[in-house]
């Protein structure tokens, strides 16, 4: 099972970026797929997640209204738009599957290979 982000990048404050997160030896609508992020100093946590059935979905308080998640299963992959990007998103970002959406890390079944995105002010 491997998990592969991908996407991330320098950009200014207010820039966006999408992140990818593609899949291998599993099929992703079998899982919620969460993209979870850890700054430097800063404890893991919960971006946002994308329920199998896309019912659920989630978003953490300060990257609602800036941040989309959205999953393209024909393609195996699952999307994470971030616009009017901030310094404070600067951390890598890592995508995961999960049972259920769950902003807890400790629910994580599968991790991917994180990301780097920096954002300058």
């Known amino acids: 099972v491997q998990l592969q982000a991908s996407g991330g990048g320098l950009v200014q404050a207010g820039g966006s970026l999408r992140l990818s997160c593609a899949a291998s030896r599993f099929t992703l609508d079998y899982y919620a797929i969460g993209w979870f992020r850890q700054a430097p100093g800063k404890e893991r946590e919960g971006v946002s997640c994308?329920?199998?059935?896309?019912?659920?979905?989630y978003y953490l308080d300060s990257v609602k209204g800036r941040f989309t998640i959205s999953r393209d299963n024909a393609k195996n992959t699952v999307y994470l738009q971030m616009n009017s990007l901030k310094p404070e998103d600067t951390a890598v970002y890592y995508c995961?599957?999960?049972?259920?959406?769950?902003?807890?890390?400790?629910?994580?079944?599968?991790w991917g290979k994180g990301t780097l995105v920096t954002i300058s002010s």
């Open positions: 995961v599957a999960q049972i259920a959406c769950d902003p807890s890390p400790y629910s994580v079944v599968y």
């Open positions: 994308i329920a199998s059935r896309d019912s659920i979905i």
